[in-house]
C-alpha cells in the first residue's frame, strides 16, 4: 500500500473537479448572499484541498493534516464562501480511508484531524451553515467505522488465506512423505531380502559339488527371490501379514464406507499389485472427502487402468489434499490425475498405465 493505485487518481480527479466547480461558482456567482471574495485565487487553494487524498496510503495522518490545514488557510483568506460540495465529500472520502490501514493510533489521530477539517469547511460555509456540523460528524464517525470493518475483514481474509497457503505445503508434503515411506520401506525388505537369498545360494553351491545340482539350486533361488520381490512391491505401505488391497476390494471399500456405488467396465483381469494397491487407495482417499451418492467407475483399458469418481463434496472438505494424494500414488506408474470441481461437486479421473 505503499504506492498511488489507480483508484486514487480517480477519487482525486472527482474531488478536484468538485472544488474547481465550486471554485469557479464562488467567483462567478456575484449574486450569492453571504459570498465575501470573488477573488480568482481562492480557486487553486480550494483544488489543492484535494490533492493530499493521493498519498494517503503512505502518510494518512499527513494527507488529513495537509488538507486541513488548506482549508483553513482558505476559511482565513477568503471568509465566507461554499466550500461544503467539496469539503464534505473529501472528508468523508478520508474517513473510510483512514480506516482501512495504519496502525491505531495513526488511525485516530487521523480521524481527529478529518473532524477538524469538517468544522474548517463548515465554519464559514454559506449554503450548509455551522449547523449542519453534528451531522456532517456522525456521517465522519460511520464512514469510519465502515472503514475498520473493511480492515479487519481484509486482516482476517488475508490470515485466512496464508493459514489456507500453509495447509495445503503441509497437505502436499504429507503425501509426498507418504509415498517416499512406501518406497522406503520396499528398499530396506528388497534389499534384506536379496542379501538372505544370496547367503543362501552361497550355502547352496558350497553344500553340493555336483555342477548340475548347484546351478538347478541358483536357479530355484532365484525363481523364488523374484517371486517374493515382487510381492514385496506389490504390498506399499501394507504390514506383512495383511493381504494388500486391490481393484476386488473396492466394492467392499465403499460398502463400509456407505459412500458410493462401483461400476466395472472392460475385461476386468489381475494386475500388479503395486498397480492395484494405487488404485484402492486412490479410490480410498478420494471417497474419505465425497458424499454417499458418489459414483465409482473402474474401466480396465488394454494399455492403462481408467478410474472415474464423481460426487458432491461438502463445505470444508480436504479435497486437496485428497487429490494430492491421489496424485502421488498416480505419479508411481507414470500416471496422471485430471480433477474438475465446481459448485459442490467434483470429477476425478485417474489414468494408470499398465505394461
Aim: glycine share 8%; aromatic share 4%.
Amino acid at each position: 500500500m505503499r504506492d498511488v493505485h489507480p483508484v486514487d487518481y480517480l477519487f482525486t480527479a472527482v474531488l478536484v473537479g468538485l472544488a474547481a466547480t465550486l471554485g469557479v461558482m464562488n467567483v462567478t456567482a456575484a449574486d450569492w448572499e453571504g459570498v465575501e471574495s470573488h477573488s480568482w485565487l481562492q480557486l487553486p487553494l480550494l483544488v489543492a484541498t484535494a490533492l493530499p487524498l493521493l498519498w494517503w496510503r503512505r502518510a494518512p495522518v499527513l494527507a488529513v493534516g495537509s488538507a486541513t490545514a488548506l482549508m483553513i488557510a482558505h476559511d482565513l483568506l477568503f471568509g465566507y464562501g461554499v466550500r461544503c460540495g467539496s469539503g464534505l465529500p473529501l472528508a468523508f472520502a478520508f474517513a473510510f480511508l483512514v480506516g482501512l490501514g495504519g496502525d491505531r493510533r495513526k488511525r485516530l489521530v487521523a480521524v481527529a484531524l478529518t473532524a477538524l477539517l469538517v468544522v474548517a469547511v463548515l465554519v464559514r460555509d454559506v449554503a450548509a451553515g455551522f449547523e449542519a456540523l453534528p451531522a456532517a460528524l456522525a456521517i465522519v464517525l460511520v464512514m469510519w467505522g465502515i472503514g475498520e470493518v473493511v480492515r479487519s475483514r481484509s486482516a482476517l481474509g488475508d490470515e485466512l488465506r496464508r493459514r489456507n497457503a500453509e495447509l495445503a505445503e503441509l497437505r502436499d508434503r504429507r503425501a509426498a512423505l507418504e509415498v517416499a515411506d512406501d518406497r522406503q520401506r520396499v528398499s530396506q525388505q528388497l534389499e534384506t531380502l536379496l542379501d538372505t537369498r544370496l547367503g543362501d545360494l552361497e550355502d547352496a553351491a558350497r553344500s553340493t559339488t555336483d555342477p548340475r545340482a548347484a546351478l538347478q539350486n541358483i536357479e530355484d533361488g532365484s525363481r523364488r527371490t523374484l517371486a517374493d520381490m515382487r510381492e514385496i512391491v506389490g504390498t506399499l505401505q501394507e504390514p506383512a501379514l495383511a493381504p494388500a488391497p486391490s481393484v476386488a476390494q473396492m466394492e467392499a471399500l465403499l460398502e463400509r464406507s456407505g459412500r458410493g456405488v462401483l461400476t466395472v467396465n472392460g475385461d476386468p483381469r489381475e494386475l500388479p499389485a503395486s498397480l492395484e494397491l494405487s488404485a484402492y487407495r486412490i479410490v480410498e482417499h478420494l471417497s474419505e472427502v465425497l458424499g454417499a451418492d458418489t459414483a465409482v467407475t473402474v474401466h480396465f483399458r488394454q494399455d492403462a487402468l481408467e478410474i472415474a469418481v464423481a460426487g458432491a463434496f461438502a463445505k470444508g472438505a480436504d479435497l486437496r489434499g485428497a487429490l494430492a494424494r491421489a496424485r502421488e500414488r498416480a505419479r508411481l506408474h507414470a500416471g496422471s490425475v485430471e480433477a474438475k470441481v465446481g459448485r459442490g461437486q467434483a470429477r476425478v479421473l485417474a489414468r494408470l498405465p499398465v505394461g
